[in-house]
C-alpha cells in the first residue's frame, strides 16, 4: 500500500531563514506526489504536485518540492520563511495511478514562523 | 475557480441523532471524497465516489453512509452519531481519467456530538 511519511510534527524557524519540510513515501509504482496547506481555519491548498515530469517542482507563495527516487522523498523548501507561511503542511501521495484513486494523506507538520 | 462547498460550518448534535453533511461542488468534477481530520492524524478517508450512485469504502467506514444521486453532491450520513464522531468533516473533489488529479477541499464542517 503506498503511504507517506512526514519526519517531523512540527517545524519552527525565525522569518527570513530557509524552511524545509520533510517527507518520504512509500509506493509500488511510479507515484504522484502533492503538498498542501492549510491555514488555521482553512481550508486545504494545494501548494504544488508532482506527476512525473520535471523533478523539480515549483509552487505557489515560493515553496519547491524535489522528488528523488533513489531517497523516496518529496521534501518541501522555501529559500526565506515569512510570517503568513505558518500553517500545517501535508505531504500525499496517489493510492493508485488511476483517475478513480484517493490520496493518501500524511499526518501533517505544524510550521511555526518566529519573528 | 473550482468550487467546493459545504453546508454548515459548525454543527451541534445530539448522541444518536441522524446527521446529514452536504457537500457540493461546481467543476463537473468524476470523484468526491469525504475525510475526517483529527489532530495528530491528518486526513482519513471515510469514503469516496467516482461516479453518480457509485461509492467506495475509504480507511474509517464504520458508522458512517454516502449517497451520490447526483454528479456534483455528495452527502455523508452519520446513521446514529456518537462522540466520538466529534471531529471536522472535509470534502473534496476531483476530475477521473487517466492518472490522479489533485482534489479541491471544501472550508470543512466542525462537528460537535453532545
Known amino acids: 500500500a503506498q503511504s507517506v511519511t512526514q519526519l517531523d510534527s512540527h517545524v519552527s524557524v525565525s522569518e527570513g531563514t530557509p524552511v524545509l519540510l520533510r517527507c518520504n513515501y512509500s509506493?509500488?509504482?511510479?507515484?504522484?506526489l502533492f503538498w498542501y496547506v492549510q491555514h488555521p481555519n482553512k481550508g486545504l491548498q494545494l501548494l504544488l504536485k508532482?506527476?512525473?515530469?520535471?523533478?523539480l517542482v515549483k509552487g505557489i507563495n515560493g515553496f519547491e518540492a524535489e522528488f528523488k527516487k533513489s531517497e523516496t522523498s518529496f521534501h518541501l523548501t522555501k529559500p526565506s520563511a515569512h510570517m503568513s507561511d505558518a500553517a500545517e503542511y501535508f505531504c500525499?501521495?496517489?493510492?493508485?495511478?488511476?483517475?478513480?484513486?484517493?490520496?493518501?494523506f500524511g499526518k501533517g507538520t505544524r510550521l511555526s514562523v518566529i519573528a | 475557480d473550482v468550487k467546493v462547498t459545504q453546508s454548515s460550518r459548525y454543527l451541534v448534535k445530539r448522541t444518536g441523532e441522524k446527521v446529514f453533511l452536504e457537500c457540493v461542488q461546481d467543476?463537473?468534477?468524476?470523484?468526491m471524497f469525504w475525510y475526517r481530520q483529527d489532530p495528530g492524524l491528518g486526513l482519513r478517508l471515510i469514503y469516496f465516489?467516482?461516479?453518480?450512485?457509485?461509492?467506495e469504502k475509504g480507511d474509517i467506514p464504520e458508522g458512517y453512509s454516502v449517497s451520490r444521486e447526483k454528479k456534483e453532491r455528495f452527502s455523508l450520513i452519520l446513521e446514529s452519531a456518537s462522540t466520538n464522531q466529534t471531529s471536522m468533516y472535509l470534502c473534496?473533489?476531483?476530475?477521473?481519467?487517466?492518472?490522479?488529479?489533485?482534489?479541491?477541499f471544501g472550508p470543512g464542517t466542525r462537528l460537535t456530538v453532545t
Open positions: 473534496a473533489s476531483s476530475f477521473g481519467g487517466t492518472h490522479p488529479y489533485e482534489q479541491y
Open positions: 509506493s509500488s509504482y511510479s507515484p504522484s
Open positions: 508532482y506527476t512525473s515530469a520535471a523533478t
Open positions: 500525499v501521495v496517489s493510492a493508485g495511478n488511476s483517475g478513480n484513486t484517493p490520496l493518501v
Open positions: 467543476m463537473d468534477h468524476e470523484n
Open positions: 465516489s467516482y461516479d453518480v450512485k457509485m461509492k
